[in-house]
């Protein structure tokens, strides 16, 4: 057993790649092999890709592949914040970032990972907010109210 109880044995899943990271030279060689193609070739169209989009986000363009995500530019205004050591103010520009909403083919492969439904969600502007989880597992009973005085208006 590996860290939090996590089984690392070489058979396991999270240990039959080298690295619990995929790296750019990792996807090139998978993408090779699945196409026949070399990996000169190969590296060539995924950096062109990844340039291309880096090109498009630092124009503003919104990026979307259906069922994949959206990548998305947003601005921040510069703000006030306190320094959590000093409670002093600190002047924090405006920024752009980048932002990626994963899409429905994402959002369903990652939460089969999880084991269960993922957590019902509400958007609200351009975020989406965890409600709640989705199920409760059937071991575990309905919360019952708090107790109330009688002389309680509530």
């Avoid at 039959?16 to 990271?21: F, G, K, M, R, V």
């Avoid at 510069?78 to 405006?94: I, K, L, S």
């Avoid at 089969?112 to 071991?139: C, E, M, N, Y």
């Amino acid at each position: 057993m590996g860290l939090h109880g996590i089984n690392l044995t070489p058979s396991s899943p999270i240990m039959q790649s080298e690295s619990i990271t995929s790296t750019k030279k990792e996807l090139v060689q998978r993408i090779a092999e699945d196409t026949g193609q070399t990996k000169s070739v190969v590296r060539k169209v995924v950096q062109t890709f990844l340039d291309t989009i880096i090109d498009d986000l630092a124009q503003g363009k919104r990026i979307e592949f259906r069922e994949f995500g959206i990548f998305e530019i947003k601005h921040r205004e510069a703000r006030t914040a306190r320094n959590p050591r000093t409670n002093d103010p600190v002047e924090v520009p405006a920024q752009r970032l980048v932002k990626f909403k994963p899409g429905s083919r994402m959002r369903e492969r990652i939460a089969g990972q999880g084991g269960g439904k993922p957590a019902a969600t509400k958007k609200v502007g351009s975020d989406v907010k965890t409600l709640r989880p989705a199920t409760r597992p059937a071991s575990e009973p309905p919360k019952a109210p708090p107790p109330t005085s009688p002389d309680s208006p509530f």
